[in-house]
């Protein structure tokens, strides 16, 4: 019976010291930022042979949930003309805003931007910027519009870390906006 | 006890066999092993219990499928008679008691060798130890061991459960893999891991069950609501993970097991070694460990890119007795990587409608071991006190305390596009699950040898805290439970009724805007079970429960509220949710003849609150264009269905097998079905068992298929793509048992999974949408065991 006390007391002070919990969940709450959040997208088209840019946001100060959207302009351009067209991308959940255009710049090898107009014959995109492996890029091209018409312009950012051969199909979205656009 | 006479039992036999197999068996007849006029065989021995070690008095003794049946003397003692050379199969039953089944050979090859010593060749000692029940048994209790279970080695929990009926898997590829008891899954089936609630985050569908089956000699499943005894959580069963009793003052005895297979050309290594300690008697003690490494998974025409796993686990335990008194530590780490297809982050609908209509990923690859983005790595520590005391009036008191940590870390696809955090290489989820568990448990003596019961204490404390992407929100939780169960047994019916009453406190705290948010909650339950068991004979038995279980809503329906990268759907919480609670009643009939077994068992389960993601009418704006918006709610939800399972042993070589499980599920308040519901399934096998052959024992060899029906019942419009076809697919297995010498022994097997390679999808399958299950998988295994 001696050594069955024993092992009990032996038992109780492993169990206490084992077993103890007093950690509260509360003390280890930290804000902690999405590394990959985007919450806005502008389009700069800058008509050619002058100064006029026209410029159109999605903007979701919050990221996805949470409130919606604040801004998603429709794109309005001219009719048979040629634009300039750039991209701004930041994430503003963060102060300061972060730049993710420069990020995606020098990433470029890992990202493909894709401009779809439905219908196609509203306007036509060229690349402007190839990466180091000369596939295009996306943040800067032309944009030439065409007869006055309503439609839709898809916007894709497709990331593609080690998978990008040029084409759409590799990787996953990170930015699939469909902006309304009208040309009159 | 009574036991019918012969000649009725097989008029029930012959009425089963009719009723099942029509004409197919009308030729067949009983054939008994013919008379033999040397029947001078006899079995003997004490029936003790497990842990006192005193002797069970008045357990009945018998041999199944005989009308001879024995009591257990005051001093435990029980003899059977005359009894002819063959094989038998005897049972021990009694009040509060699992009942004990153990298969004698009383054939010994070489009886004219020893004819001198005839009586003691034909004698056997049977020492029986019993173990004191812990399930309801009115509820039917599938477990799957020996050799069942030596069949599954190398396989993951879940996968090495799938072979009963009722049971299927849900899966994320083809290595993650959850158990789903009658359509029920994560948060709704408990397991419990030697004897202690396995505290993970199983809310998560890709969150598989951190436990090496390896550490179990027995897994059973306990279908249907077990709230009582076991608390919350237990709505559509609970699987236990059972190890060996440890080898109290037996000799050194050890175990090396390794399986390969062909597919992930995955290779596993398990070895234990345990004994007792020759100074110290009443010492016990097991060391354990299992090593497994696993490269691409391979579907019949391509590989799956980063699906490899590797996987190390280790247990320890020791334990002493004296007397009435005993003691077990044990301690078990189980660390896992896993990887995951990478074709699996879906960034928009476009993405996964663009896979959908491709009808294979997009991503090739070929075979590597390499694990990269994204993956999990999972480790799990239990560390478990269990100390009882077996009074000597028969009472019994039992306390088991137990930590668990859990920790998940989970690495997305994408790493941060700032390369200074990108170089650090963290996940961009992590969690931490702290719990301790506290069980007390009071076992009274049975009353005049009819009523036994027990009345227990279970309490848990929990914390999580997580860093990363905001998913679910840290917390702290408290439970504690109280049940009184009695067990009451009279001539052949066994009567059982039970209460609980849980309480749990939950607090939250999230971040909002930047602003640290609490929120308490409190939920508290009753839970009931009535259950009876009549024992019509030796052989049938049948049985019916009625019992409830609850689960509070748990943190990711209470808060969830992003983009669910893998389901590509929005998934929103509703912090008003109240707990679900369900009301089982399940029956089956039950029949152990000696060539004809089956158990047909129905059940109806009622979940009031089902929680579910219910699709809502808009979709969500984001950045990366619409997505189907789903928001937790709540609904009365039945799920009913029937399991069967029949082997026949139509000649005394071949047994045809099969198993059938039929399952509907409904949404109550919608007249809708539900999602995600195991299609119905039948899966038949054909062994043919070989004489021995030198010291070549129990060789077989068998041959199955599994048909597996289109889920047909699915809410329309509520899926990217329409469930997968049916499929049928085709399994054969070999094994042998080699006796090298008196200590050595060697187990071997091979099967063949996939036999023709076939291409097909399961609906339960995150991977569905895009990717084929595993293709043709060849697996070859050694058991090497020493001593025992």
Redesign the interface.
């Known amino acids: 019976m001696k050594i069955n006390q024993k092992l009990t007391l032996a038992l109780l002070l492993f169990t206490a010291l084992t077993f103890t919990q007093c950690k509260d969940a509360g003390e280890d709450v930290e804000p902690d930022d999405e590394n990959e959040l985007i919450t806005t997208v502008t389009l700069k088209f800058a008509e050619k042979g002058t100064t006029t840019v026209n410029s159109f946001s999605y903007k979701d100060t919050d990221g996805d949930g949470g409130n919606a959207p604040v801004q998603f302009d429709a794109i309005l351009l001219k009719p048979n003309t040629a634009y300039t067209l750039t991209v701004e991308m930041k994430d503003e959940s963060k102060t300061p805003a972060e730049d993710v255009t420069e990020e995606i710049q020098e990433k470029a090898e890992e990202h493909l931007l894709i401009y779809t107009p439905a219908p196609a014959t509203l306007l036509t995109y060229t690349y402007g910027d190839k990466d180091a492996n000369n596939f295009n890029i996306g943040l800067k091209g032309e944009a030439l519009t065409g007869a006055a018409g309503t439609g839709v312009l898809k916007v894709q950012l497709r990331h593609q870390p080690g998978t990008k051969n040029g084409s759409a199909a590799p990787g996953s979205d990170d930015v699939n906006l469909d902006f309304t656009l009208t040309i009159k | 006890m009574s036991f019918s006479g012969f000649s009725s039992a097989k008029t029930k036999y012959n009425l089963f066999s009719k009723l099942i197999f029509g004409l197919l068996m009308t030729a067949f007849s009983i054939s008994v092993f013919g008379q033999n006029s040397n029947c001078a065989c006899f079995v003997k021995g004490i029936v003790r219990d497990k842990h006192s070690s005193q002797p069970v008095v008045g357990a009945t003794v018998l041999i199944i499928g005989q009308n001879s049946g024995v009591f257990t003397d005051e001093k435990g003692r029980y003899e059977l008679r005359n009894l002819c050379p063959g094989t038998y199969t005897l049972e021990c039953r009694i009040v509060g008691y699992n009942s004990f089944r153990q298969t004698l050979d009383l054939t010994s090859g070489h009886i004219e060798d020893f004819s001198l010593q005839e009586q003691e060749i034909h004698l056997k000692d049977v020492e029986i130890t019993a173990h004191r029940s812990q399930e309801p048994s009115s509820q039917p209790l599938s477990t799957i061991s020996g050799n069942e279970l030596e069949n599954t080695r190398g396989r993951s929990l879940a996968e090495s459960l799938k072979g009963l009926p009722g049971v299927t898997s849900l899966q994320t590829g083809s290595s993650i893999s959850k158990p789903v008891i009658h359509g029920l899954h994560s948060n709704r089936v408990l397991i419990m891991n030697n004897g202690v609630r396995q505290e993970g985050q199983q809310w998560g569908s890709e969150h598989a069950p951190e436990i090496d089956p390896f550490i179990a000699t027995r897994l059973s499943v306990v279908k249907g609501a077990a709230g009582v005894r076991y608390g919350s959580d237990a709505i559509g069963g609970v699987i236990l993970v059972e190890p060996e009793e440890l080898p109290f003052d037996k000799p050194l005895s050890s175990e090396l097991n390794t399986v390969g297979f062909s597919n992930g050309r995955q290779g596993v290594l398990s070895g234990t070694v345990q004994g007792g300690i020759k100074m110290l008697k009443g010492f016990g003690w097991r060391a354990q460990g299992t090593i497994k490494k696993s490269g691409n998974i391979r579907t019949p025409d391509y590989y799956l890119d980063n699906t490899g796993t590797n996987e190390k686990n280790f247990s320890l335990a020791a334990g002493?007795r004296?007397k009435g008194?005993g003691?077990d530590l044990f301690y078990s780490r189980f660390d896992t990587k896993i990887g995951i297809f990478s074709g699996s982050?879906?960034?928009?609908v476009?993405?996964l409608l663009?896979v959908i209509r491709n009808g294979e990923p997009?991503?090739k690859s070929g075979f590597s071991y390499a694990i990269a983005r994204p993956n999990q790595n999972v480790t799990h520590d239990l560390?478990k006190?269990e100390?009882h005391y077996h009074f000597q009036n028969g009472n019994k008191l039992q306390w088991t305390?137990?930590?668990q940590i859990n920790n998940r870390n989970e690495y997305?696809?994408?790493?941060?596009?700032?390369?200074s955090?990108a170089a650090l290489n963290h996940p961009?989820l992590t969690f931490k699950l702290?719990t301790?568990t506290?069980d007390v448990v009071w076992d009274h003596k049975p009353i005049a040898g009819k009523l036994a019961g027990q009345v227990g204490v279970s309490t848990l404390?929990q914390?999580?805290?997580m860093?990363?992407?905001?998913l679910i929100?840290?917390?702290?939780q408290f439970n504690v439970g109280i049940f009184w169960m009695e067990r009451y047994v009279r001539n052949s019916w066994e009567l059982e009724a039970g209460v609980r009453y849980d309480y749990r406190k939950l607090?939250t705290?999230?971040?909002v805007?930047?602003e640290?948010l609490?929120d308490d909650f409190n939920f508290k339950n009753f839970s009931g079970t009535l259950g009876a068991t009549k024992n019509f004979s030796g052989r049938l038995s049948a049985r019916l429960n009625v019992g409830t279980a609850w689960r509070a809503p748990n943190v990711s329906e209470l808060f969830s509220?992003?983009?669910h990268h893998g389901a590509a759907a929005?998934e929103?919480g509703d912090a008003s949710l109240q707990p679900e609670t369900a009301i089982n009643t399940i029956g089956s009939v039950k029949y152990a003849g000696e060539r004809l077994t089956f158990e047909v068992g129905g059940y109806y389960n009622f979940i009031s609150d089902y929680i579910y993601l219910k699709p809502q009418p808009e979709p969500?704006?984001?950045?990366?264009?619409s997505f189907p918006y789903f928001k937790y709610t709540q609904t009365d939800a039945t799920f009913k269905g029937v399991d069967v399972s029949a082997s026949w042993k139509f000649v005394k070589t071949t047994t045809f097998s099969s198993k059938l499980s039929y399952l509907q599920a409904y949404d109550r308040r919608n007249d809708n079905y539900l999602v995600m519901i195991p299609a119905n399934r039948i899966d038949n096998q054909l062994k043919y068992d070989l004489p021995d052959f030198g010291n070549w024992h129990q060789t077989y060899i068998s041959a199955g298929n599994l048909f597996v029906a289109r889920q047909k019942r699915v809410p329309p419009e509520s899926d990217f793509a329409p469930p997968p076809k049916a499929y049928s697919i085709w399994t054969v297995q070999a094994g042998s048992s080699i006796r090298l010498s008196n200590k050595h022994q060697l187990e071997t097997g091979i099967t063949v999974q996939n036999l023709f390679n076939t291409a097909y999808r399961d609906y339960l399958n995150r991977f569905r949408y895009y990717a084929d299950e595993m293709g043709r998988n060849i697996s070859v295994r050694f058991k090497y065991s020493f001593g025992a």
Do not use: M, Q, W
Request: proline fraction near 3%; glycine fraction near 6%; charge should be positive.
């Open positions: 002493y004296n008194f003691i982050h879906i960034g928009s476009t993405d663009n997009f991503i560390i006190a100390t305390a137990a930590r997305d696809l994408h790493r941060s596009r700032n390369d955090i961009e702290s301790l506290n404390y914390y999580n805290l860093s990363g992407r905001p929100p840290n917390f702290n607090k705290y999230r971040i805007s930047k640290k609490a509220d992003g983009v929005y929103k969500i704006l984001t950045i990366r264009g």
